[in-house]
């Protein structure tokens, strides 16, 4: 899984960030100062995002430094839109640059080729990975893993794809029409009790880790879906 750095000193845009960045397969880690990014930027660091008018050192001072301690992508996001500014930026050493208020899948479409172009250029490149995250739960699709608040947790293969369904799109209900189709291949195998059952027991496990949260909803008369905070 990829890790991106965010830079950003205001706590709404950065939870915002971290939300949008996660819900798509991203690791992240926040720092909401130049002086904190500096601190986190290790090895482990895939691409940076940061913001420029940052208390402390400003994005422009850190830029150089950042690339020193790594040398991955840097996109600059930012209210400042002029010409001249940009050049300077790159020339400082990002890779990129979005004008807030940025289209949240332009953002997401430049992150994906800048780390394409990256992996493209070194030859330890990561393999690709489809991981799945939700909240606490992430799911390792390459390895067939499951992971929660650290934890790993052991699902059996109908379970582990029935999860992976759900989390692949988050926001949508499926039908139990639906998800016998994609999961078991057959819309009339099993019966409504082969999904409930397969569905309380991801359930069981996943509060095991977490008794206080529901992570899949029923939708009474429809299917299910994952439940957001």
Same mark, same amino acid.
């Given at each position: 899984m990829?890790?991106?750095?965010?830079?950003?000193?205001?706590?709404?845009?950065?939870?915002?960030?971290?939300?949008?960045?996660r819900?798509?397969?991203?690791?992240? &880690?926040?720092?909401?100062?130049?002086?904190? #990014?500096?601190?986190?930027?290790?090895?482990?660091?895939?691409?940076?995002?940061?913001d420029?008018?940052?208390?402390?050192?400003?994005?422009?001072?850190?830029?150089?430094?950042?690339?020193?301690?790594?040398?991955?992508?840097?996109?600059?996001?930012?209210?400042?839109?002029?010409?001249?500014?940009?050049?300077?930026?790159?020339?400082?050493?990002?890779s990129?640059?979005?004008?807030?208020p940025f289209?949240?899948?332009?953002?997401?479409?430049?992150?994906?080729?800048?780390? #394409?172009?990256a #992996?493209?250029?070194?030859? #330890?490149?990561?393999?690709?990975?489809?991981?799945?995250?939700?909240?606490?739960?992430?799911?390792?699709?390459?390895?067939?893993?499951?992971?929660?608040?650290?934890?790993?947790i052991?699902?059996?293969?109908?379970?582990?794809?029935?999860?992976?369904?759900?989390?692949?799109?988050?926001?949508?209900?499926?039908?139990?029409?639906?998800l016998?189709d994609l &999961?078991?291949?057959?819309?009339?195998?099993?019966?409504?009790?082969?999904?409930?059952?397969?569905?309380?027991k991801?359930?069981?496990?996943?509060?095991?880790?977490?008794?206080?949260?529901?992570y899949?909803?029923?939708?009474?008369?429809?299917?299910?879906?994952?439940?957001?905070k």
């Amino acid at each position: 899984m990829y890790k991106i750095l965010i830079i950003e000193d205001d706590n709404d845009i950065n939870n915002m960030l971290k939300k949008l960045l996660r819900s798509n397969g991203y690791d992240t &880690v926040s720092a909401f100062s130049g002086t904190e #990014a500096l601190l986190l930027c290790n090895d482990s660091i895939d691409l940076i995002l940061m913001d420029l008018m940052l208390p402390g050192k400003s994005g422009e001072e850190i830029i150089g430094e950042l690339k020193e301690k790594k040398n991955v992508p840097v996109i600059v996001a930012s209210a400042i839109s002029s010409t001249d500014k940009k050049v300077d930026l790159f020339a400082l050493g990002a890779s990129d640059y979005v004008t807030k208020p940025f289209d949240n899948s332009e953002l997401l479409a430049r992150i994906k080729v800048r780390l #394409a172009e990256a #992996a493209g250029n070194s030859s #330890a490149g990561k393999p690709k990975r489809e991981n799945l995250c939700f909240d606490d739960i992430e799911i390792d699709t390459y390895e067939h893993r499951v992971y929660m608040k650290g934890s790993e947790i052991e699902l059996s293969a109908q379970e582990f794809k029935l999860l992976q369904t759900l989390m692949e799109n988050p926001g949508r209900t499926y039908t139990k029409s639906m998800l016998f189709d994609l &999961v078991w291949n057959d819309e009339n195998v099993g019966d409504d009790n082969t999904l409930n059952v397969h569905i309380s027991k991801i359930r069981k496990k996943l509060k095991a880790i977490d008794p206080d949260r529901e992570y899949i909803e029923t939708v009474w008369g429809v299917g299910y879906r994952m439940c957001r905070k």
